[in-house]
């Protein structure tokens, strides 16, 4: 009986990785699907899960930059929120509940769950560097005097 229990793959619930991923962005959950993937031996869509972690990363990284000289525009308000909601449907509706599915299916109950604990600290750990990154950029943009911001006038 310990060597059935040996031989399950490790996995993270996979479902709790796509609704985690609302609020830590679908880098989270697609790294822990690629994860999963792999635990699995699915190579294939191992890479395109992180391929989905390097895309998102990306995309966040360039929205820090750009951010600041977005501004004076009305939309850029929204940007982030709209960013996270449609990368979001994009990496579910793509491959996140593609592994919900496969588990359902075919792997069932037959994996020894990972914890979540590890993750859910480096997630809050992400949004936190994320808020630290974005407060740097924007204090460097302010006292560099190249802040696109207008300020308002002294009284």
Do not use: C
Not at 1 to 11: E, G, I, N, V
Not at 79 to 84: D, V
Not at 90 to 118: C, H, I, M, T
């Amino acid at each position: 009986m310990s060597d059935k229990q040996t031989s399950l793959p490790k996995l993270f619930n996979p479902t709790a990785a796509v609704v985690l991923s609302l609020v830590f962005t679908p880098m989270f959950g697609a790294f822990l699907h690629g994860l999963n993937w792999r635990e699995l031996g699915d190579d294939e869509s191992a890479a395109r899960s992180m391929g989905w972690v390097r895309g998102t990363f990306i995309a966040f990284v360039l929205y820090l930059v750009v951010d600041p000289f977005l501004q004076s525009m009305a939309f850029a308000r929204y940007l982030m929120m709209a960013m996270l909601v449609g990368f979001w449907f994009s990496w579910a509706l793509s491959l996140g509940f593609r592994q919900v599915r496969f588990v359902r299916e075919f792997v069932k109950d037959n994996y020894e769950p990972q914890r979540l604990g590890k993750a859910i600290m480096l997630g809050a750990f992400g949004w936190v560097a994320f808020s630290a990154l974005a407060f740097t950029i924007m204090l460097f943009l302010h006292v560099t005097g190249l802040d696109p911001i207008a300020m308002p006038p002294a009284s």
